[in-house]
């Protein structure tokens, strides 16, 4: 995991200022994971930046306000708790049966915002990692039509702030593992952590059921997240198909168009036998 997040520092991901971590209900053992890293990337690597972990008390029932602030004294982390009755809010505009998810987040990363001006901080660090950035690919072609994924480093809704996500080559198994080491006080969440037949849900048991049949695809498709071919694409506005003609020179990539592809059978038995969505 260690290795992950060095990798993903070390292409010019942190030199700036960093100033905010985020840590929202639920708090995951990512959220953990990532606060244990930065302090590590802070004692060891000399990279210069300001932390502090900010919360947000949904007022979600039985809610533990308790836990979080106790957890970041004892570790000697600065935080600041911010209170927003948001529960009330979902639950009056989202019927019974519905999901939460999209109404909860925009008024969550609202909040964010608002907070990150509030305290001085111009970068924020969320804690999704590498299985989170493939559900989010999938959710987006099969539900939303695009190939888009969920970038290590982007820009915020409003411009004004950077994004990171530092966990974005760490795998969900070795955060598992090290939430277990460090037996981090886990908060789930009550509202869409009650929600069974979510699509993100779902996707998610079909990446672990590709996994356990294939082992090594997650891996794969991750790495492909990471080597795009343009040409080889359907997007005019990536490629200028229209002005592209034969200038002599051979293209790495080259056109397969009429080749066999070099598949291992294991890869073409996951293609052709895989349901796309769990039973």
């Known amino acids: 995991m260690w290795r992950d997040v060095q990798r ?71 935080f600041h708790i911010e209170t927003q009755d948001t529960y ?17 987040s925009r008024l969550r990363r609202g909040i964010l915002y608002r907070v990150a001006d509030e305290l001085g901080c111009t970068k924020i660090a969320l804690g999704h990692h590498r299985d989170d950035m493939l559900q989010t690919f999938f959710l987006n072609m099969f539900f939303g039509g695009k190939l888009k994924g969920m970038p290590p480093k982007v820009q915020s809704d409003r411009g004004d702030h950077l994004i990171i996500r530092p966990l974005a080559y760490v795998a969900e198994d070795d955060l598992t593992r090290w939430a277990e080491v460090r037996n981090f006080p886990i908060i789930p969440c009550t509202l869409c952590g009650s929600q069974e037949n979510l699509q993100r849900k779902q996707i998610g048991q079909m990446l672990r059921d590709w996994q356990q049949l294939y082992p090594g695809r997650i891996e794969n498709m991750a790495v492909a997240l990471r080597n795009l071919v343009p040409s080889h694409f359907m997007d005019a506005r990536q490629f200028d198909f229209k002005g592209l003609v ?33 039973r």
């Open 8 to 78: 993903r520092f070390s292409r010019g991901q942190s030199r700036r200022r960093l100033s905010l971590i985020r840590k929202f209900v639920p708090i995951r053992k990512d959220s953990y994971a990532m606060l244990d890293v930065l302090r590590l990337l802070q004692q060891r690597n000399g990279h210069k930046f300001e932390l502090i972990a900010v919360n947000l008390d949904q007022k979600q029932p039985g809610f533990p306000a308790h836990v979080l602030p106790e957890y970041l004294t004892k570790v000697g982390v600065p």
């Open 88 to 104: 009330s809010v979902v639950k009056e505009h989202i019927p019974e049966g519905k999901t939460m998810c999209s109404l909860c």
């Open 246 to 278: 034969p200038n002599g020179v051979a293209d790495a990539d080259g056109d397969k168009a009429f080749d066999a592809e070099e598949l291992p059978a294991q890869a073409v038995g996951m293609l052709a036998g895989l349901p796309l969505m769990p």
